[in-house]
């Protein structure tokens, strides 16, 4: 009997041994399974680091670029506002003169000679072309108020682009790190 419980207990011991073996391969499997994975997870970290900061350093450019577009807008109208109130004023003058000095003279100048209806003539030229210049700024100014209209829209739409794309990484961040807690 002796011998059986010798030869049973070396059976299980090799057993116990060939288990613990296996149990330590798979370990260490295991083991290298789960290093492979936190670098892994350390990779994506990085790159999605990388590509926010890409994404942050596009968003400003962009959004500077834009800022200064509407900036030169506003200061184009502002110059456009000015030269057109200085058109008014200069015709209303004009308008002014024409009425106290040219007409009265130009209808007695219209009696005495023909060359003196030039005169006449010149100044009402003078008058119809201040017109015409004040109409054709203002066009430009409406132009341009609707340019920079555009442009507003146009850079809104563009953040709102922008914010979904953050929203994108942000979830892919979670997910990254969902993966790297769930290993």
């Known amino acids: 009997q002796g011998s059986l419980i010798s030869f049973c ?6 057993k116990w041994e060939t288990e613990l073996q296996a149990l330590r391969e798979s370990n260490a499997r295991l083991t290298t399974t789960l290093q492979e994975s936190v670098a892994s997870i350390e990779h994506w970290k990085k790159q999605f680091s990388i590509g926010k900061d890409e994404n942050d ?12 577009e509407i900036d030169k807008e506003r ?6 506002s000015r030269r057109l ?4 004023t200069e015709l209303q003058d004009k308008e002014l003169e024409w009425k106290e000095i040219y007409w ?9 000679s023909s060359n003196k209806l030039s005169v006449f003539q010149a100044a009402e030229k003078r008058n119809k072309d201040l017109e015409e210049k004040v109409r054709a700024l203002r066009t430009e100014v409406e132009e341009s108020k609707h340019r920079q209209s555009n442009l507003k ?9 922008l ?3 953050i929203d994108e990484l942000q979830d892919f961040r979670q997910g990254l790190s969902k993966l790297g807690v769930n290993n």
């Open 9 to 14: 207990n070396t059976s299980n011991v090799k």
């Open 57 to 68: 350093q596009l968003r400003s450019k962009e959004l500077e670029e834009q800022c200064n």
């Open 75 to 80: 200061d184009r109208n502002t110059q456009l």
């Open 85 to 88: 109130q200085d058109l008014e």
């Open 104 to 112: 009265p003279v130009g209808l007695r100048l219209l009696a005495c």
């Open 153 to 161: 829209m146009e850079l809104q739409t563009f953040l709102d682009v």
């Open 163 to 165: 914010d979904g794309k």
